[in-house]
Every structure is written in structure tokens, then in C-alpha cells.
């Protein structure tokens, strides 16, 4: 599974997250990434950090991305 997918899995499942946060990321995602390719997992992070933060706080303590996350903020030169 991509890094895009495990992100979309974790979020949409979240009972925490916020309606309106999932539904505009999902906005971002219509809007902004190609059909029919594959979700760009380093373009959702760098969305969420510059317009969710509380969502990618969110993801960055989940264990089963959260070591992927650190990487791609580090890459990016996020904190």
C-alpha cells in the first residue's frame, strides 16, 4: 500500500478528524492531482502541513506511518 493510500486509510477512519478537514483534503486531492495516477503521498504531506496541521500532527504519532511522515517532513525541510 502507498504511502498516499495508508494516509487516506488512517484519516478517513478517524472518528476524531473533522468532517470538513476530510472533506478538504479531499477537495485538494479532486482539484489538484492527476486522474488516474497515483496519489502523490509527498504532495498530501506537504498539503497538510501547510493547511492542516492539526491533521498531520494527527498522523505523525500513528505507528504505522509515522516513521514515512518524519522522513518526507525532513525531506521537504519541515519541522
Do not use: C, F
Not at 478517524?14 to 503521498?41: E, T, V
Not at 500532527?57 to 519541522?79: C, M, P, Q, S, Y
Amino acid at each position: 500500500m502507498s504511502l498516499a493510500q495508508e494516509i487516506l486509510d488512517i484519516l478517513y477512519r478517524d472518528p476524531g478528524a473533522r468532517r470538513s478537514s476530510k472533506d478538504a483534503l479531499s477537495d485538494w486531492i479532486l482539484d489538484s492531482q492527476p486522474h488516474g495516477s497515483p496519489l502523490d503521498g509527498i504532495a498530501i504531506i506537504q498539503y497538510l502541513a501547510e493547511h492542516q496541521p492539526d491533521i498531520l500532527a494527527r498522523l505523525k504519532i500513528n505507528t504505522h506511518v509515522k516513521e514515512e511522515i518524519a522522513r518526507v517532513l525532513d525531506a521537504i525541510g519541515h519541522k
